[in-house]
């Protein structure tokens, strides 16, 4: 099993939308509704931001949000703000657990 | 408030093995609601799912990583550790453990983590 594929950097300014990907097979992210989204500051755990796909946990900005089509999920994110600066990843159920290799967000 | 702590030495010998623990506090492993997970990350790079252990004891591993990882559990400490034998540079990582809604695979708990280096 591969890991997913995300785009290694993306950025945008404050208060603009960007939208990372997340793009896997009909084995894993085009068979179940089972994608998270994590973001990661740097030396920090990371903290869960979106899961089943679309749902955002309780204390999650309402900023983010979550999609999928076919084999890609998407991560959204509008209202760019500077905090939102850190590297986002993906995973799949597939039985096993599959990782994006991760997305580079930078608020210009 | 769960919260997970890892524990372990930070500097193990080429060939020798990892050993890990997960303290759990908030919260009982003996759920069965959950999965217990060790997720690790080489530095610089992305995360790889290492594997779980279920309350029952039930495991699932990474099949690139199953033939040198074990994870256990201790219930009567709330804690669950990992062993990883035959280590090389390459296992050499920031190593997380968390919890895995088992109803839907996400992990909404994590430790802060812990750097383990592989080095002579």
């Known amino acids: 099993q591969s890991a997913l594929t995300q785009p290694a950097s993306v950025s945008g300014s404050p208060g603009q939308s960007i939208t990372i990907s997340c793009t896997g097979t009909s084995s894993d992210v085009g068979k179940y509704n089972l994608v998270s989204w994590y973001q990661q500051h740097p030396g920090k755990a990371p903290k869960l931001m979106i899961y089943e796909v679309i749902k955002r946990p309780s204390g999650v900005s309402n900023r983010f949000s979550g999609s999928k089509s076919g084999n890609t999920a998407s991560l959204t994110i509008s209202g760019l703000q500077a905090e939102d600066e850190a590297d986002y990843y993906c995973?799949?159920?597939?039985?096993?657990?599959?990782f994006g290799g991760g997305t580079k967000l930078t608020v210009l | 408030q769960v919260q997970l702590q890892e524990s372990g030495p930070g500097l193990v010998k080429p060939s020798q093995t990892l050993f890990l623990t997960c303290t759990v506090s908030g919260g009982s492993i003996s759920s069965d609601d959950y999965y217990w997970t060790w997720i690790r990350q080489p530095p610089g790079k992305g995360l790889e799912w290492i594997g779980y252990?279920?309350?029952?004891?039930?495991?699932y591993y990474n099949p690139s990583l199953k033939s040198r990882v074990t994870i256990s559990l201790d219930k009567s400490k709330n804690q669950f550790s990992l062993k990883l034998s035959s280590v090389t540079a390459a296992d050499t990582a920031v190593y997380f453990c968390a919890r895995e809604v088992s109803s839907g695979t996400w992990f909404d708990y994590w430790g802060q983590g812990t750097l383990v280096t592989v080095s002579s």
């Open positions: 252990i279920y309350y029952s004891g039930s495991t």
């Open positions: 995973c799949s159920y597939a039985n096993s657990r599959l």
